[in-house]
């Protein structure tokens, strides 16, 4: 009795899992990690792939809706090579580490040249890894500098016209010159790169070599933790992202360093600064160009897969434009190839990623490092402290750069 | 019969317990050198001993004020110890986004408050700001854990005799005598089992930081457990995660085990 019932219940377990749309049964089951599908893009373009491909299931697993905590997800499972995960669907930021380790293979073969350079090209540089290929980009992502257009006439194009104008504009507390994301954690590299980059300055040269600690550098975070209590408010150093999208959506920030999601959200119905903000890159001093930290998350092939033909398949499939199209369209994503940013349809609904894709094409990857993760923690320790006073802006770099190279010669 | 339950307790325990430490212990073998010469653990063991000295004494202080009035006779006592037990009831990291929003700089109800009390001109980043960040987590970890200080305290007072009271009181003795010549020498054996489970809590602290602060700014707030999940997570560093948390798990069990024998072995003098 006891038996037929387990028999029972697995047979209704079995059952459940098979009959999740059109799936078939007996096919291999390809899977990948992403925050919930709340747009629903993942599930059309699954179903797509499934009809035109009936011996193949593809499975999304809606995970938790923070990066790190799908990170550590894909990272345990990696290293236990369980097969759970034919394909990784990861952020720019893995990429060295996940190559490093040994658990995607390489895509060299499979996505030869040609097809590389339809794709943006920072993108492709964040998803190689010593020469070689581990990511196929499908969505991409950059920070920029969001401005209220009935305010501010053209957007700044240097630190210190950003900084002059904010303080001639702002109002505080009800209008705050500049918001950015200034809490210790990875949003913090985010913006702080930014205004390195503007500054000409960089974490690491081309050989891998520690080159932070120069005087632009200094200078750079001297600007940044100089915002600080004076155009944008002292809270700015608890920040993130959705921080500092209330306050400059409520119309309460005449500037913002954030990600092209707040686009979508700052523009709707009801938004009270609907219609009145723009996007351009984000300044730099003169003689120097704008640029933007690189996000975006593209498909990885896991070293463990099982099944890894069906499963390069399905990223094949998944990253050509009609489908990057669709997960823009459901959700707001950025594509990450360069036709779709003259795709009529597009442009007719984001007018402005005409804008976009220039901030795109400055975009540059964070330190490419297995041990990124460490080395950004070390620039948001001394990054924070100078933002908090803690610190003089040249302790902090000096200091940040000795913590760089103690962990690189490690 | 009675050693076969003790021989099933004892292989459960070694399977879960014993070999997995031993496994985590033996494996971070070769770092241990390293975790003596670790800057960063410097730093956030001061960070963690300075939460722990601070929330610790705090919690014990009000829970042994709350003990005593919850222990008095008064209409409605039942209720009234139902509600100064929710905080403790409350999941830590929910409680912890609402003290987060209760700190926040632009909108935030400590602001408001402070604002319009005329405490402050205008809003303060709490959070934003090392000492006040700090002193932010220490208070919500008291307003947290002071109730679990109180509920032991308060069965340590309900087993004390009223009698001795009574006899105390037939000598002469006042109300502050009574208190110290009979309610702290027994209370005790309390005192010493809060202050064992609090510090070890304490000095694990992990989740409240986590999502108040997440260590910032400055690692101001970065404790050891925070550290810890850094690198074994986030540096995927497993040997010498290992390597740390064998070493933490022993200055822990001494802490507590010193302090907890300090306030028992008191009573016996």
């Known amino acids: 009795m006891l038996m037929k019932r387990w028999a029972l219940l697995g047979t209704a377990i079995a059952l459940m899992a098979t009959a999740a749309c059109g799936k078939t049964a007996g096919a291999p089951i390809v899977r990948f990690l992403d925050r919930p599908d709340t747009g629903g893009g993942w599930k059309e373009i699954i179903s797509e792939f499934e009809a035109a491909n009936p011996d193949i299931n593809v499975e999304l697993v809606e995970g938790p809706a923070s990066t790190n905590a799908r990170e550590d997800m894909y990272s345990l499972s990696l290293s236990a090579a369980d097969g759970t995960y034919d394909i990784v669907y990861m952020d720019v930021i893995w990429v060295p580490k996940f190559a490093a380790r040994g658990w995607l293979q390489s895509l060299d073969h499979r996505l030869p040249p040609v097809e590389r350079e339809k794709f943006l090209p920072g993108d492709i540089r964040g998803s190689t890894y010593q020469g070689s290929l581990y990511r196929v980009p499908m969505r991409s992502d950059a920070g920029m500098l969001y401005y209220r257009t009935d305010l501010v006439a053209k957007p700044p194009e240097t630190f210190e016209e950003l900084a002059a104008t904010a303080r001639r504009l702002q109002k505080p507390p009800e209008l705050w010159g500049v918001v950015f994301q200034g809490q210790q954690y990875e949003g913090l590299v985010c913006a702080f790169l930014e205004v390195l980059w503007g500054f000409g300055a960089d974490v690491l040269d081309a050989d891998g070599n520690v080159v932070l600690d120069s005087p632009e550098a200094v200078r750079a975070l001297t600007w940044l933790s100089g915002l600080v209590g004076d155009v944008a408010p002292g809270g700015v150093t608890t920040y993130q992202e959705e921080d500092a999208r209330h306050l400059f959506q409520e119309g309460h920030a005449v500037f913002m360093r954030n990600w092209p999601y707040v686009w979508t959200l700052a523009q709707q119905v009801g938004s009270p600064v609907a219609g009145k903000i723009g996007i351009a890159p984000m300044p730099h001093v003169p003689g120097q160009r704008g640029a933007a930290t690189l996000g975006g998350w593209g498909f990885g092939l896991a070293k463990s897969a099982r099944h890894p033909e069906a499963a390069w398949r399905f990223i094949a499939f998944a990253t050509q434009p009609e489908q990057q199209k669709i997960l823009h369209l459901r959700g707001g994503a950025i594509p990450a190839r360069r036709d779709l940013f003259r795709d009529p349809e597009i442009l007719k609904a984001s007018p402005y990623y005409s804008d976009l894709y220039r901030i795109l094409l400055a975009a540059r990857p964070r330190p490419v490092h297995p041990k990124y993760a460490q080395i950004s923690n070390a620039i948001q320790v001394h990054v924070s402290a100078a933002l908090v006073g803690a610190e003089s802006p040249d302790e902090a770099i000096k200091r940040a750069a000795q913590e760089v190279r103690g962990i690189l010669g490690r | ?269």
């Not at chain 2, 009675?2 to 033996?26: E, F, K, N, Q």
């Not at chain 2, 010469?37 to 709350?66: H, I, P, Q, Y």
Request: aromatic share 10%; hydrophobic share 55%.
């Open chain 2, 1 to 269: 019969m009675s050693y076969g339950y003790v021989a099933l307790a004892a292989v459960l325990l070694i399977c879960v317990i014993a070999l997995p430490l031993a496994v985590a212990l033996v494996g971070g073998a070769t770092h241990y050198g390293e975790v003596f010469s670790d800057r960063e653990l410097g730093k956030v063991a001061f960070n963690t001993a300075a939460f722990a000295f601070a929330s610790v004494s705090l919690e014990m202080c009000l829970g042994l004020l709350f003990a005593i009035v919850l222990h008095q006779t008064f209409l409605l006592r039942g209720i009234v110890r139902a509600i100064a037990l929710i905080p403790w009831a409350l999941p830590t990291a929910v409680m912890a986004m609402s003290w987060k929003w209760i700190f926040n700089d632009s909108y935030g109800v400590a602001n408001d408050l402070a604002i319009r009390l005329s405490l402050v001109g205008h809003g303060i980043a709490w959070l934003g700001r090392p000492g006040a960040a700090f002193a932010a987590i220490v208070l919500a970890d008291v307003w947290k854990t002071t109730p679990f200080v109180t509920i032991i305290l308060l069965a340590g007072l309900q087993s004390i005799p009223r009698d001795l009271y009574d006899a105390m009181s037939i000598d002469g003795a006042g109300p502050l005598q009574r208190f110290r010549l009979v309610t702290l020498p027994l209370l005790r054996p309390s005192i010493a089992l809060a202050l064992t489970f609090r510090l070890i809590q304490a000095i694990g602290i992990f989740d409240l930081v986590r999502v108040m602060t997440g260590g910032g700014p400055a690692d101001s707030t970065k404790t050891v457990a925070l550290y810890i999940y850094d690198v074994l997570i986030s540096y995927g560093m497993p040997e010498y995660g290992a390597a740390l948390t064998g070493v933490v798990a022993l200055a822990t069990f001494l802490v507590a085990a010193t302090f907890g024998a300090l306030a028992r072995g008191r009573a016996r003098a």
